[in-house]
């Protein structure tokens, strides 16, 4: 499981959750991306595809390497304090609390990484 905690505040961090989130996914490791905080917003169309950090691989095709392989949820507070719902998200993103993400970290053989 990844954590992304940062977005356009915090690139390089931001940039790190995605980058190891496909590396799992593209490893065939079943992977979990959790986006909170401004990192919800890189759920939105277009949104993943605007962030740009130099010598990094495009955050949108890191986005839809997850989205292929694994499953990406937006939190539901922070979706809610941004006006976010799913049908603002891209394809396949979820929005989940709190009870979802403690039973998906803690269950056997999970290690959660948050950035």
């Known amino acids: ?68 392989a694994g499953r990406v949820t937006v939190c539901t507070q922070c979706a809610a304090r941004r006006g976010l719902t799913e049908a603002d998200l891209v394809e396949g993103v979820r929005i989940s609390g709190a009870a979802t993400f403690v039973a998906e970290v803690t269950a056997e053989g999970v290690q959660a990484l948050v950035y």
């Open 1 to 68: 499981m990844i954590k992304a905690t940062s977005g356009e505040d915090a690139p390089e961090r931001c940039n790190q959750a995605f980058t190891v989130a496909a590396a799992a996914a593209a490893s065939g490791v079943e992977i979990s991306l959790w986006l909170t905080g401004e990192a919800s917003w890189l759920a939105v169309p277009g949104r993943a595809a605007e962030f740009s950090l130099p010598h990094a691989a495009p955050l949108n095709d890191l986005l839809d390497a997850v989205l292929a």
